[in-house]
């Protein structure tokens, strides 16, 4: 980059070219990045960083890049895991944090303006002013921005009720090389939306986000209950969100994580001694080497400490609707096994839910290395998938998990694994396990992005639409000069089969013919004792792309044919390996579809108003459908809302 073009760019937007600053912006959180820093290698580094503060600069500043044939790297918070925002040798990166904006909330609609490089807990603290809140709660939330969370589809602690935050995005203004435009609720012609929400910065610059928001919770409740084992509790997370219960936050820690973090208090400990002392030895430099060089060994003895696990449950919301579902839920709870800890588990973890993620840098001095790794799927598959990652990641690292986004369908496992600091075997290790994590069926990424570290293996599991993403890139940035290499690089797969048609009664969900005629569909579900969550008076593939709730997922999973060749999407209640287009194509490209459904025989009272933060299972002509255990109490706050009203 020669220094006059360098001149010419300072010019309209605040660059900066002084080594610091470069090497600050030369790479991410992403672990094995750390690995080389401890061995003393640098990263590649930008040629410059530049700061818009506004949308006019950051067009400046992409028609430069542009006119130069410079890579563009954008830039949140750089608190990505996955090398997603890392370095590009002669790279301008743009660091959004100065398009800080946050506007009023609009009480009529709930949404609030935002731009891209607001720090979360900014937003936070400012919403909280105006007695609104996002809800989006990463560990990370004060070392990463609005935009980060849209590029890389982002989860938050409270994801169970509010969803994931591209559910919280109603609509962006993003900057492309070749034009701007807007997704969402702003639209004008199609909708990019699902396409640019997970595209790490490759399908241009986020400028602009309105986010929903909700009410300030008037109330919370948390509490911690003991299981006798992981399936044990699975089982009764299943059923709780199955019950229209809608709670907050749901975390379980298996037995490892759960005497680790000391939430043991009320768990029998047959091994607890003996953890605390390899947990000591971990901490200790002279002795680290050797259990971490005996994973299975050190994973056997973890696992003596027996099965009991902790989980945290907790809602929040209206005061009198929060204590109707928590009732609930508790009784299913205890009904389902769980032996009651109290208030203190759960309020010592929602004080402290930011705290643990900042404690990994001692390890990397100590010549580990120290990782997490997001999966998700159906209920019907966690078993497997929990096993097979489990046993992948065991042969080289000591590793714990703890499930915590949890959905009505399925559940994503978070597994934290700590290995001997060597980067071929952190390569190993990592192939291992998304291999493992495909072949179980689940999504290799949940929400911590894809970046160059996963992006072969998001490419596997979206193979088909590789092309389609290219598509839209070189119409979107002719040169190439976003995020250059991502995100899908070209890989061969056999072409799948189509999945089998059927219900999932486990995660209540059905595969359908996506082109059936719906008194077809409706009746060969109901034989089986089930009706669409959703239902359509069409074919369901003329009704994927609707838009729901935002907590709801509408589509799970998709067969398609994408120039002559089928194309299948596996079903999980939320994928983050990249884009999620499942319900943005035209609707005679569907083979089949995967969708929510109910059973005929759930309890439930249809209401003609919804009180506020009461959620309905269903819409129907004549009002909305509550289910489940508490939907006779809710309906009744319900009836006194329309009372009042
Ligand atoms: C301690 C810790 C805890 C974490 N906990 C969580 C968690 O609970 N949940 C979770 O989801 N993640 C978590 N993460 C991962 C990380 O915080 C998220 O991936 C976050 O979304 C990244 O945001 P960022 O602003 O730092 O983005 P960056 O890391 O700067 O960038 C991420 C990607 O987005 C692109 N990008 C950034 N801004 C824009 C924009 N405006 N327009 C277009 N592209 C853009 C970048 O080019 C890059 O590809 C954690 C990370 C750490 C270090």
Same mark, same amino acid.
Request: with cysteine.
């Given at each position: 980059?020669?220094?006059?073009?360098?001149?010419?760019?300072?010019?309209?937007?605040?660059?900066?070219?002084?080594?610091?600053?470069?090497?600050?912006?030369?790479?991410?959180?992403?672990?094995?990045?750390?690995?080389?820093?401890?061995?003393?290698?640098?990263?590649?580094?930008?040629?410059?960083?530049?700061?818009?503060?506004?949308?006019?600069?950051?067009?400046?500043?992409?028609?430069?890049?542009?006119?130069?044939?410079?890579?563009?790297?954008?830039?949140?918070?750089?608190?990505?895991?996955?090398?997603?925002?890392?370095?590009?040798?002669?790279?301008?990166?743009?660091?959004?944090?100065?398009?800080?904006?946050?506007?009023?909330?609009?009480?009529?609609?709930?949404?609030?303006?935002?731009?891209?490089?607001?720090?979360?807990?900014?937003?936070?603290?400012?919403?909280?002013?105006?007695?609104?809140?996002?809800?989006?709660?990463?560990?990370?939330?004060?070392?990463?921005?609005?935009?980060?969370?849209?590029?890389?589809?982002?989860?938050?602690?409270?994801?169970?009720?509010?969803?994931?935050?591209?559910?919280?995005?109603?609509?962006?203004?993003?900057?492309?090389?070749?034009?701007?435009?807007?997704?969402?609720?702003?639209?004008?012609?199609?909708?990019?939306?699902?396409?640019?929400?997970?595209?790490?910065?490759?399908?241009?610059?986020?400028?602009?986000?309105?986010?929903?928001?909700?009410?300030?919770?008037?109330?919370?409740?948390?509490?911690?209950?003991?299981?006798?084992?992981?399936?044990?509790?699975?089982?009764?997370?299943?059923?709780?969100?199955?019950?229209?219960?809608?709670?907050?936050?749901?975390?379980?820690?298996?037995?490892?994580?759960?005497?680790?973090?000391?939430?043991?208090?009320?768990?029998?400990?047959?091994?607890?001694?003996?953890?605390?002392?390899?947990?000591?030895?971990?901490?200790?430099?002279?002795?680290?080497?050797?259990?971490?060089?005996?994973?299975?060994?050190?994973?056997?003895?973890?696992?003596?400490?027996?099965?009991?696990?902790?989980?945290?449950?907790?809602?929040?919301?209206?005061?009198?609707?929060?204590?109707?579902?928590?009732?609930?839920?508790?009784?299913?709870?205890?009904?389902?096994?769980?032996?009651?800890?109290?208030?203190?588990?759960?309020?010592?973890?929602?004080?402290?839910?930011?705290?643990?993620?900042?404690?990994?840098?001692?390890?990397?001095?100590?010549?580990?290395?120290?990782?997490?790794?997001?999966?998700?799927?159906?209920?019907?598959?966690?078993?497997?998938?929990?096993?097979?990652?489990?046993?992948?990641?065991?042969?080289?690292?000591?590793?714990?998990?703890?499930?915590?986004?949890?959905?009505?369908?399925?559940?994503?496992?978070?597994?934290?694994?700590?290995?001997?600091?060597?980067?071929?075997?952190?390569?190993?290790?990592?192939?291992?396990?998304?291999?493992?994590?495909?072949?179980?069926?689940?999504?290799?990424?949940?929400?911590?992005?894809?970046?160059?570290?996963?992006?072969?293996? &998001?490419?596997?599991?979206? /193979?088909? =639409? $590789?092309? +389609?993403?290219?598509? *839209? @890139?070189?119409?979107? !940035?002719?040169?190439?000069?976003?995020?250059?290499?991502?995100?899908?690089?070209?890989?061969?797969?056999?072409?799948?089969?189509?999945?089998?048609?059927?219900?999932?009664?486990?995660?209540?969900?059905?595969?359908?013919?996506?082109?059936?005629? &719906?008194?077809?569909?409706? /009746?060969? =579900? $109901?034989? +089986?004792?089930?009706? *669409? @969550?959703?239902?359509? !008076?069409?074919?369901?593939?003329?009704?994927?792309?609707?838009?729901?709730?935002?907590?709801?997922?509408?589509?799970?999973?998709?067969?398609?044919?994408?120039?002559?060749?089928?194309?299948?999407?596996?079903?999980?209640?939320?994928?983050?390996?990249?884009?999620?287009?499942? /319900?943005?194509?035209?609707?005679?490209?569907?083979?089949?579809?995967?969708?929510?459904?109910?059973?005929?025989?759930?309890?439930?009272?249809?209401?003609?108003?919804?009180?506020?933060?009461?959620?309905?299972?269903?819409?129907?002509?004549?009002?909305?459908?509550?289910?489940?255990?508490?939907?006779?109490?809710?309906?009744?706050?319900?009836?006194?809302?329309?009372?009042?009203?």
């Amino acid at each position: 980059m020669n220094v006059e073009a360098l001149a010419r760019l300072s010019s309209f937007v605040d660059t900066d070219v002084t080594p610091l600053e470069r090497l600050a912006h030369a790479r991410d959180l992403w672990p094995r990045s750390t690995l080389a820093m401890v061995d003393g290698r640098l990263p590649p580094s930008p040629a410059a960083v530049s700061f818009p503060q506004h949308e006019g600069g950051l067009r400046a500043a992409l028609d430069w890049a542009v006119a130069h044939r410079v890579p563009v790297v954008p830039w949140g918070a750089g608190s990505g895991v996955c090398g997603a925002a890392a370095g590009v040798e002669g790279a301008l990166t743009l660091d959004l944090k100065r398009m800080n904006r946050i506007g009023q909330v609009d009480a009529a609609t709930h949404t609030v303006r935002v731009g891209p490089g607001v720090i979360g807990q900014h937003l936070e603290d400012n919403l909280a002013r105006q007695g609104w809140a996002s809800r989006h709660s990463p560990s990370s939330i004060w070392c990463s921005t609005v935009g980060g969370w849209a590029a890389s589809r982002s989860a938050g602690q409270f994801s169970s009720r509010y969803g994931k935050f591209e559910d919280m995005v109603a609509a962006m203004r993003v900057v492309a090389p070749a034009r701007a435009y807007r997704t969402g609720r702003w639209a004008q012609g199609r909708d990019l939306g699902p396409w640019v929400l997970g595209s790490e910065g490759a399908l241009g610059v986020i400028s602009e986000l309105l986010v929903r928001v909700v009410p300030l919770p008037e109330s919370r409740w948390m509490r911690g209950y003991r299981f006798a084992s992981v399936p044990a509790a699975w089982e009764a997370m299943r059923r709780l969100m199955q019950a229209e219960l809608h709670p907050c936050a749901v975390r379980l820690y298996d037995p490892v994580d759960t005497r680790i973090g000391g939430r043991g208090k009320g768990v029998k400990s047959g091994g607890s001694g003996l953890l605390k002392n390899l947990v000591g030895t971990l901490d200790s430099r002279a002795n680290l080497a050797l259990p971490l060089s005996l994973p299975r060994l050190l994973n056997r003895l973890a696992g003596w400490g027996g099965d009991e696990c902790v989980l945290i449950v907790g809602w929040e919301g209206q005061t009198d609707v929060a204590e109707v579902l928590a009732r609930h839920g508790h009784g299913l709870l205890l009904e389902a096994g769980g032996f009651d800890l109290g208030a203190e588990p759960g309020d010592h973890w929602y004080a402290h839910r930011h705290d643990v993620s900042y404690k990994l840098a001692p390890i990397f001095m100590r010549g580990a290395f120290a990782d997490t790794m997001e999966v998700a799927c159906t209920w019907s598959r966690l078993p497997a998938l929990d096993a097979a990652v489990r046993a992948a990641l065991g042969e080289d690292c000591f590793v714990m998990a703890h499930y915590s986004h949890v959905y009505r369908e399925g559940c994503a496992i978070y597994f934290t694994f700590v290995g001997r600091g060597e980067e071929d075997r952190y390569d190993r290790v990592w192939s291992r396990a998304l291999a493992a994590a495909a072949g179980a069926g689940g999504t290799v990424c949940h929400h911590h992005g894809v970046g160059p570290h996963k992006m072969l293996a &998001a490419a596997r599991e979206l /193979a088909g =639409l $590789a092309p +389609r993403f290219a598509e *839209l @890139r070189d119409e979107l !940035d002719p040169t190439g000069i976003l995020n250059p290499g991502r995100l899908f690089p070209p890989v061969e797969t056999p072409e799948p089969e189509a999945p089998v048609v059927g219900v999932d009664p486990r995660s209540l969900i059905a595969t359908l013919p996506a082109q059936q005629p &719906a008194g077809e569909r409706d /009746a060969w =579900l $109901a034989q +089986r004792g089930y009706m *669409l @969550r959703f239902s359509t !008076d069409g074919a369901l593939a003329a009704s994927a792309g609707q838009p729901r709730a935002p907590w709801e997922s509408a589509v799970l999973g998709a067969s398609l044919h994408l120039d002559g060749k089928r194309v299948v999407l596996v079903a999980v209640p939320r994928s983050s390996a990249g884009p999620d287009p499942r /319900a943005a194509f035209p609707a005679d490209c569907y083979e089949t579809l995967t969708v929510p459904v109910l059973p005929l025989a759930q309890h439930a009272v249809l209401v003609s108003r919804l009180a506020p933060d009461v959620r309905p299972a269903r819409s129907t002509r004549e009002g909305w459908e509550l289910r489940g255990p508490a939907a006779t109490e809710l309906a009744a706050l319900c009836a006194r809302t329309e009372d009042a009203g």
